[in-house]
């Protein structure tokens, strides 16, 4: 069992910067990928970065040289650093690990991030 606890959410203005940290515990045997996903009011959840333990990374076009993606490998921790925010940034942000075999996902609670215009 793995746990995840989001935090660093808030509301910023469009061109700000917010920096989010995801703390795991538990089992981490077997966890490589780790990332963030956001979901908007009235949309479906969505891919926002991930990363590997060996620290390859992967990003949504929308987020691309404006979002970076990090890992502790030592602290268990993730972090998004998140800059020039827009208004489309708004929603609620999700950490996952995922577990290859056998394979499920773990998901944090989630922190609210809005970025006003």
């Known amino acids: 069992q793995v746990q995840l606890v989001e935090s660093g959410g808030g509301l910023v203005q469009a061109g700000g910067s917010l920096r989010l940290s995801c703390a795991a515990s538990?089992?981490?045997?077997?966890?490589?990928?780790m990332g963030w996903y956001r979901q908007a009011p009235g949309k479906q959840r969505e891919l926002v970065a991930t990363i590997t333990r060996g620290g390859s990374t992967n990003y949504a076009g929308s987020v691309k040289g404006r979002f970076t993606i990090s890992r502790d490998n030592a602290k268990n921790t993730v972090y998004l650093q998140m800059n020039n925010l827009r208004p489309e940034d708004t929603g609620v942000y999700y950490c996952n690990a995922y577990r290859s075999f056998p394979e499920y996902r773990y998901w944090g609670q989630g922190t609210q991030v809005t970025v006003s215009s």
């Open positions: 538990g089992s981490m045997l077997g966890i490589n990928d």
